[in-house]
C-alpha cells in the first residue's frame, strides 16, 4: 500500500512530465521560506525510506483531508450533536467512534502523528472551539482577540502578541462563534450582527459580524482562571497592599457599599470576587450581570442572567428588571456586575433602604470621575430627578471607591481606595485613604517600583469598624516612616 507522502509525491511528478519515481527538480531543490514541514516526513532521501515530500503540499493535502472529515462527521452525527440527553463524556465517545470511521472512509494511509493532529483537530472543530482550543487551554493567556479569520491576537503576560493559530475560512469562523453564542441561548445574524456572551467556564466573548464588522467576523475572548484568583494572588502581584487588603476585608464584614471603578481591562470583576470573597458565610448573596462571570466561593449564591430580546423583539429582560427583582428575594448583599444604565438608580435606591454591603463596578478613570458618571446613569434612568438629589443618592449610598487602573507596564494596580464623606455645598466630597506611589519611577525593566501607601488621613467609616468590633492592625494607616530608594 502507498504511503500518503508517496502519493502526493507520485502526483507532483505527474504534473511535471515525470514517473513518480524519477527524480524531479523539486525534490532536491532548497525549500523556499513559505514551506512547512509536514508532521511525520522524513527529510531524508536514503535507500528505503520515503522520498521527499513537498512540504506545502502535504500540508495542504492534510487540512483538505481534515475539512472533508469535519463535513462527512457532520453529516453523520446529524441532531445528536444537540441531543440534551447525552452527557459530554457519551458525546466524546460517539464523535470519536464516528471520527474513526470517516478516516477509514477515506482510505488515506496516515502516520501516527497526522492521524492524532488530525483527530484533535477535527474534534476541536466539532466539539470545542477549532484552532482557539489550545490557546483557551494555555493559562498564560488571558485575552484572545481575532480580527477575522486568518489574524488572531493574544495577550500574553500583558503584552499582544499575534497568534499563529487561523481558521480556515469566514464561514468556519462564523461557524464556531454561532455555535459559541448560541449555547447561552443568544443568537448573532445579519438582524443582529453583535453579540455578548460567555463560554462555559464563565470567559467572557463578545462577537461582531457582517456587515458590521468589515474586514470579516471579530471575536473576543477575555479568558477567567479556572481557579479563582484569592486575595494572596492579588497581593503578590502588586495589585494592592497587604494593609489595604486588610482594610477592604473590614468594609466587607462592617456592610459598607463599595464601588469598583477602573477602565477596560483592569481586572475590575476580578477584585470584585476578592472583594465578595470576604463575604461572611451565613448571608444570602444575589448577583446580578449581563453575562455571568462572578466566581463566588460563597454557597447561599442565586445568580442572575439579563436576556436580550427574541428575534420578534420580545422578552427582553434587562439589569434594571433584575435589580428590582433581587429585592424581593430578601438578599443579604447585592452584588451587581457593572453598572451601565438606569439601573444605577435602583441600585443607589437598594443602597439607601436597608440593603447595606452592596458591591459594583462602573467604567471610570478617577473616583471622582466615577461619581460622575453614576450621575450620568442614574439620568439614563428617565427620571426627571434635579442634580442636587442625585448627588445626596450618591453620597449617602456608597461609602468606599476603589479605582484600578492598567499601568504602562502591562501591571494592574489599585492606585487608590477613597473614602465618599458626603456633601459640601453643590459637591460631593471625596478623600483618599490610600494612594499609589508613583514617585518611586520604575526599575531597569520599565516596572513601576511603587505601591499603594496610606495618606495618613483615617478614614470616617472606621468609626463603623469599632462599634462592630472589628479590629484593624496599626500599621494600616501607619504612613512609611522613612522610604529607600527603590523601596
Known amino acids: 500500500m502507498t504511503t500518503l507522502s508517496e502519493r502526493l509525491k507520485a502526483t507532483r511528478g505527474a504534473e511535471v512530465g515525470h514517473t513518480p519515481h524519477s527524480p524531479t527538480p ?8 513559505d514551506e512547512r514541514k509536514l508532521p511525520g516526513a ?17 500540508d495542504d493535502a492534510l487540512i483538505k483531508l481534515k475539512d472533508r472529515a469535519t463535513a462527512a462527521l457532520f453529516e453523520r452525527l446529524g441532531g445528536r450533536l444537540n441531543d440534551p440527553s447525552l452527557s459530554e463524556s457519551q458525546l466524546h465517545a460517539l464523535v470519536r467512534s464516528d471520527l474513526n470511521a470517516v478516516v477509514e472512509e477515506e ?39 481575532v480580527n477575522g479569520h486568518d489574524t488572531v491576537y493574544v495577550e500574553q503576560d500583558g503584552k499582544l502578541v499575534r497568534s499563529t493559530a487561523h481558521f480556515t475560512s469566514e464561514e468556519h469562523l462564523r461557524r464556531m462563534i454561532e455555535r459559541i453564542v448560541s449555547r447561552v441561548g443568544r443568537r448573532i445574524d445579519e438582524s443582529s450582527p453583535l453579540v455578548d456572551a460567555r463560554l462555559a467556564d464563565g ?9 458590521l464588522a468589515f474586514n470579516g467576523s471579530s471575536l473576543t475572548i477575555r479568558k477567567f482562571s479556572k481557579d479563582p484568583y484569592k486575595v494572596d494572588d492579588l497581593i503578590t502581584f502588586g495589585t494592592l497592599s497587604r494593609e489595604m487588603a486588610e482594610l477592604l476585608r473590614a468594609c466587607v464584614e462592617a456592610r459598607l457599599n463599595i464601588i469598583v471603578s477602573g477602565g477596560t481591562g483592569t481586572g475590575k470583576t476580578t477584585l470584585l470576587n476578592v472583594l465578595s470573597s470576604f463575604i461572611p458565610e451565613g448571608e444570602r448573596i444575589v448577583t446580578i ?15 442572575l442572567e439579563s436576556r436580550p430580546a427574541n428575534i420578534e423583539g420580545k422578552g427582553e429582560v434587562g439589569i434594571r428588571d433584575l435589580v428590582r427583582n433581587s429585592l424581593r428575594m430578601r438578599p443579604d448583599r447585592i452584588v451587581v456586575g457593572e453598572v451601565r444604565g438606569g439601573e444605577s438608580l435602583d441600585m443607589l435606591q437598594a443602597m439607601n433602604t436597608g440593603h447595606d454591603g452592596s458591591l459594583s463596578t462602573v467604567h471610570a478613570n478617577s473616583p471622582r470621575d466615577a461619581v460622575a458618571r453614576l450621575e450620568t446613569l442614574v439620568l439614563m434612568a428617565g427620571m426627571d430627578l434635579p442634580l442636587r438629589a ?24 489599585v492606585t487608590s481606595v477613597t473614602e465618599v464623606q458626603g456633601m459640601e455645598g453643590q459637591t460631593v466630597t471625596l478623600q483618599d485613604a490610600f494612594v499609589f506611589d508613583f514617585a518611586a519611577g520604575v526599575d531597569a525593566d520599565g516596572r513601576f517600583r511603587g505601591k499603594p501607601i496610606p495618606t495618613g488621613v483615617r478614614p470616617r467609616f472606621t468609626d463603623k469598624f469599632v462599634e462592630l468590633g472589628i479590629q484593624l492592625s496599626p500599621e494600616v494607616f501607619a504612613m512609611p516612616s522613612t522610604r529607600q530608594p527603590g523601596r
Not at 109 to 131: A, F
Not at 203 to 210: H, Q
Not at 391 to 408: G, K, M, N, T, Y
Open 26 to 33: 523539486s525534490a532536491t531543490a532548497a525549500p523556499s521560506r
Open 42 to 58: 522524513s527529510p531524508s532521501p536514503a535507500a528505503g525510506r520515503p522520498p521527499v515530500v513537498q512540504p506545502d503540499a502535504g
Open 107 to 145: 482510505k488515506v494511509p496516515l502516520t501516527s502523528e497526522q492521524r492524532q493532529r488530525l483527530i484533535r483537530d477535527v474534534e476541536d472543530d466539532v466539539l470545542g472551539h477549532g484552532p482557539l482550543e489550545r490557546l483557551l487551554n494555555d493559562p498564560s493567556i488571558t485575552e484572545i482577540m
Open 203 to 211: 470567559s467572557r466573548v463578545n462577537a461582531v459580524i457582517p456587515p
Open 289 to 303: 450581570e449581563d453575562a455571568v462571570e462572578l466566581q463566588l466561593q460563597q454557597d447561599h449564591v442565586v445568580r
Open 390 to 413: 442625585i448627588r445626596e443618592q450618591i453620597a449617602s449610598a456608597v461609602d468606599v471607591v476603589v479605582q484600578l487602573s492598567r499601568l504602562r507596564d502591562g501591571s494592574r494596580r
